[in-house]
């Protein structure tokens, strides 16, 4: 079982959600976890794109550690592709889901800032989404959930990140799907007591200077 599915057996932590609410929410899972899926909902100009690129583990002659160097980006299936992958990793030493936001792009790479759902792990992961596929490698210090199960971020910028982080990937999941459930879970941790460490606070003030004075 899944991080999430064995917090639904938890009745203490279980949202109550209405019939057509959790209809919604599975059906979003189904294509969170299914990227011929997620390729469908994709604009036509954009899935001719991301057909001609192979879904590969790793861009080949990649330099420096898988996903945290922009010169070895993490090979996904367009923006959707971002967002489940993210919504997907987990930290390795404690088993944290992760918040994320786009902090913007650089040389057609694109820049994400995390951070773990206990505060504990903040983090920059790049991304190559112009591919069919997506990788089944991870970063180093991360794992994967055994599936997706609710968006737990968004593509957009969020000034104020991580507070204000749920209702924007609420937003950003009524932009594909139409409703706006983000991970259910989220709603119940206080991302406002969250603090960037201070070297993380420099290194994403100067990636935004350069991905704003491109």
Known sequence: MGFFSNLFKKKDRTPALPDTVRQALDRMVSILNDDDKQNALMPVHLQSILLQGAAIDEINGGEGPFGKNPCNPIPVNGPLGEITYL??????????????????????????????????????????????????????????????????????????????????????????????????????????EFVRPADHARFVQDLLEVIQNR
Not at 98 to 105: D, E, M
Not at 151 to 175: D, H, L, Q
Not at 179 to 189: C, K, Q
């Open 87 to 192: 919504s997907r990793l987990l930290t390795k030493s404690e088993g944290q889901p992760l918040f994320f936001h786009r902090l913007g792009s650089r040389q057609n790479i694109d820049v994400y800032e995390v951070v773990s759902w206990d505060g504990s792990v903040w983090d920059i992961l790049y991304f190559d989404y112009y591919h069919k596929g997506k990788t089944r490698k991870v970063p180093e210090d991360y794992t994967f959930a055994e599936r997706v199960e609710g968006i737990t971020g968004t593509n957009k910028y969020v000034p104020s990140f991580p507070a204000g982080i749920n209702e924007a990937a609420g937003a950003c999941a009524n932009s594909i799907f139409g409703v706006p459930l983000s991970n259910p879970f989220m709603r119940n941790i206080n991302t406002s």
